[in-house]
């Protein structure tokens, strides 16, 4: 069920309400009891993908510095 934000005008409150879309444009009463609301923008919570995979840190094998006599 889509989420739909709302705003209302007189206490300038915002608010979302889940409800079917065939319901979309009923009139929403705000969490105070106004009813001259307005809706705002669509807002769809999708849950996709988080951008950028957690890269695991790769060691680098090997012994490192000391090991090859680089350090005197
Ligand atoms: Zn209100």
Do not use: I, N, Q
Not at 43 to 61: I, Q
Request: a neutral charge; proline letters at 8%.
């Amino acid at each position: 069920m889509p989420t739909y934000a709302y705003r209302c005008r007189e206490c300038t409150e915002s608010f979302e309400l889940t409800r079917p879309m065939s319901e979309s444009g009923d009139p929403a009463v705000c969490p105070g009891g106004h009813r001259d609301t307005v809706k705002l923008l669509t807002t769809v919570a999708l849950t996709g993908k988080a951008a950028g995979a957690a890269a695991a840190p790769s060691a680098p094998s090997g012994g490192g510095c000391c090991g090859g006599g680089c350090c005197g």
